[in-house]
């Protein structure tokens, strides 16, 4: 185990990208295997040590920011175990440190797929599960938790936890009962709120009618367990993708077009034809025109006078493509798309100039940012299907109400924008935190919740609080404390530590 004190090398280890200020540790711990992260916080928990899980700290929420104690960093668990083919696609065994993107090649070489896809591809995947992270391909293949088949955890104690999914979950009580490798019995009960009825939500510890006891662990952003080998699931890997980047004058028509794109993208998957190709979205991602704007300070190439455009995505064969490009394309018209100045691909190589598009706009929000000397303030909110097109109006007139700089973009087909809220000073970001404020307020009241994919941390858990209220933040913090007695993991994150007391 590689330990570090000093000032200077321990200061990369202080902040993420969510920028929050005062990170503070009093040493850096770099294990190399379990046995040493088993022994340490066997140890934290003895001596009551807070212990932050470091992983490529992408995350946006502050949740790897540590405020005292120590930092345990991933990175040295980065071996994929094994990658094998099943009937039905694969499965590989990776341990936390694994980054996404080289996970990912590594699977495509063989013919498989991973579908998760965070707009940070440098991430590890140790953090993708422990935030349920997902991106723009959840509007087809959903998050993270969907391809996890099984864990490995150390508990705050230093026993470790073994979980395959299927095969332990919580009774009509609540009630859920854990064995560990030691023969420790460890009981638990599932909070009783229910999940707001969206389609990404990382909002709080996981619940359903029947929750799977791996399900708690996943999302739960390093609050009860530490995670140090996962098995996931894969796909075979698509023959080829359809793909496109196309722009509307009118922005009535490109929500039209979304909404007839998601419903016949829902109903391509509820029906019951086997072995045909049918229109089946991908991914639907959207972009305003203040989007484009800033885009175009890098992409000459971007048409003027837009009200936004749509990045979308469709798997297809080769027997399929000329058929299925045929339907899109009616589609758009339909809607009175601007064909002639929109670009479609079926290459793989153009798909990716395509990714990196939609990947470009964060990075050019952020860049601005810093020349503003500002923080990041971007929403993280989704509502029910039924109420997305009223948080859109509610979201653009008050902006426009604001007189603020702004883009907004996303993943629509989830009813999952970003806005993103670009103060020019310090004057400026007080107004824009308030405004975030009232969407959160509005969201909640929507029926939606306040964190769609990258977790609560630090900085969203006052909005959690919202969401839920004190009764179910203590039933969350009972759960934590059947895993964590003592609470020295993630202390901070998903609720203030004032809760543990």
């Not at 570090?4 to 190399?32: C, F, H, M, W």
């Not at 039905?88 to 063989?110: C, H, N, T, Y």
């Amino acid at each position: 185990m590689l330990t570090k004190t000093a000032v200077a090398e321990i200061q990369d280890y202080l902040s993420d990208a969510s920028n929050i200020k005062g990170g503070n540790a009093s040493r850096v711990l770099i294990p190399t295997s379990v046995d040493e992260i088993r022994k340490q916080i066997a140890e934290a928990t003895l001596t009551k040590t807070s212990i932050t899980i470091s992983g490529a700290r992408t995350g946006l929420a502050g949740g790897a920011v540590p405020f005292g104690g120590d930092v345990i960093a991933m990175h040295k668990l980065n071996k994929i175990i094994s990658i094998e083919k099943t009937s039905d696609g694969g499965k590989a065994i990776v341990q936390p440190g694994v980054i996404l993107d080289s996970f990912q090649k590594e699977a495509d070489s063989r013919g498989l797929f991973y579908p998760p896809d965070p707009t940070e591809w440098s991430c590890q995947l140790g953090g993708t599960i422990a935030t349920n992270a997902s991106g723009s391909r959840s509007f087809k293949y959903g998050a993270t938790r969907n391809y996890v088949e099984a864990l490995t955890v150390v508990l705050a104690d230093g026993d470790v936890l073994k979980l395959r999914r299927g095969e332990i979950f919580a009774g009509e009580d609540r009630a859920i009962e854990l064995r560990t490798e030691s023969g420790k019995t460890i009981r638990a009960r599932v909070p009783s709120y229910d999940r707001a009825n969206t389609r990404k939500n990382t909002s709080g510890y996981f619940t359903s009618k029947k929750p799977d006891a791996i399900d708690l662990f996943i999302g739960s952003e390093g609050t009860l367990g530490i995670i140090v080998e996962a098995e996931l699931r894969l796909l075979k890997k698509p023959e080829g993708f359809l793909s496109g980047i196309v722009f509307f004058i009118n922005e009535v028509d490109l929500l039209n077009f979304v909404a007839e794109a998601r419903n016949l993208s829902f109903e391509s998957r509820s029906s019951n034809a086997s072995g045909e190709s049918l229109f089946d979205a991908v991914l639907l991602e959207y972009f305003d025109d203040r989007s484009l704007e800033l885009i175009r300070e890098k992409s000459s190439n971007v048409p003027r006078e837009m009200a936004g455009a749509i990045f979308f995505e469709q798997e297809t064969t080769g027997a399929s493509e000329e058929k299925l490009l045929a339907e899109w394309n009616a589609l758009f018209e339909k809607h009175n798309a601007s064909l002639d100045l929109s670009w479609f691909t079926t290459s793989e190589s153009d798909l990716e100039k395509m990714r990196e598009f939609r990947h470009s706009l964060p990075v050019a929000v952020n860049e601005r940012n810093v020349r503003n000397k500002q923080r990041k303030i971007s929403t993280d909110m989704s509502v029910p299907d039924e109420n997305f097109k009223s948080m859109l109006r509610f979201y653009k007139k008050s902006l426009q109400e604001s007189a603020l700089d702004y883009v907004v973009f996303g993943h629509i087909g989830d009813n999952h924008l970003h806005v993103n809220i670009l103060p020019k000073d310090e004057s400026e970001a007080m107004r824009a935190r308030n405004l975030y404020g009232r969407f959160i307020a509005q969201a909640i009241m929507l029926g939606g919740c306040v964190s769609a994919e990258h977790g609560v941390g630090k900085l969203k858990r006052d909005y959690l609080y919202a969401q839920f209220g004190e009764r179910y933040i203590n039933e969350m913090v009972d759960l934590k404390k059947a895993f964590d007695p003592q609470g020295i993991l993630g202390r901070g994150n998903v609720f203030h530590e004032k809760f543990l007391r």
